[in-house]
């Protein structure tokens, strides 16, 4: 099957050099869904020698589906987007009869069907989900030139990245509320550079910076993912 390259006339030169440092046009084009298998540890603002820890699972497919699920001492929740259509369900691992289920709202639609282009479009074709790139000029990051782009989905949904100049890759992400992402390493699949590990840091309610690490341990493409991973359940609380 041959793979057609289409780039937009307006796109920054720095994208192409971006994608080309995860992989070949080909690579690239041929994800079609990726399935992280990981740990979470999240840092307590208030005790940083206690950091909360859950097994993650992050299912995402082309076009608009998401799936993330995180398994922690307590419970099981997962939050799944389906199209249009989102949902959370949270399930106690002390009483797995207790679990409820919430349809997500339409802001959080947005942002998950933003996120779900953001982990497979490698950069190129934001414009298909109504989005834009603007070029935020040069910026210096770590000691690095980079090129800065603001990737908009809507006013309150911005990530905005800095892009290595001399080799595109990607150094540093935030947002439009103030949280950053870093990426750590690597684990290279099928001729596609993945992070080994992502740190971000947001504001919580209290002002205080938390820090959450996702390690990958397992990453896989292109493997079938069954409708009902992503399908909303049942909307019952027990």
Known sequence: ????TVVPAAEPAIIAKARAFLGTEAALNAVQSVHFVGTLVTADPADPTKPARAAVEIFF????????????DKNIEVTALDGYDAWQRIQDLVKPTNWQVKLLGADQIKRLRAGTWESLGFFRG????????????????????????AFIYA?????????????????YTETESGGTQREQGEIIVSGVRFPKTIVTENKNSAGQTQTITLNFEKITIN???PASLFAVPALSVK
């Open 223 to 225: 493997e079938a993912m």
């Open 155 to 171: 006013p309150n949904i911005i990530f905005f990245r800095s892009f290595d100049q001399a080799t595109g890759r990607l150094v």
């Open 1 to 4: 099957m041959a793979f057609v």
């Open 61 to 72: 497919q082309a076009p608009e589906k998401q799936r993330i699920q995180a398994t922690s």
């Open 126 to 149: 934001i414009e298909r989900h109504g989005g834009r790139v603007e070029n935020q000029g040069s910026a210096t990051v770590d000691g690095l030139a980079c090129q800065k782009l």
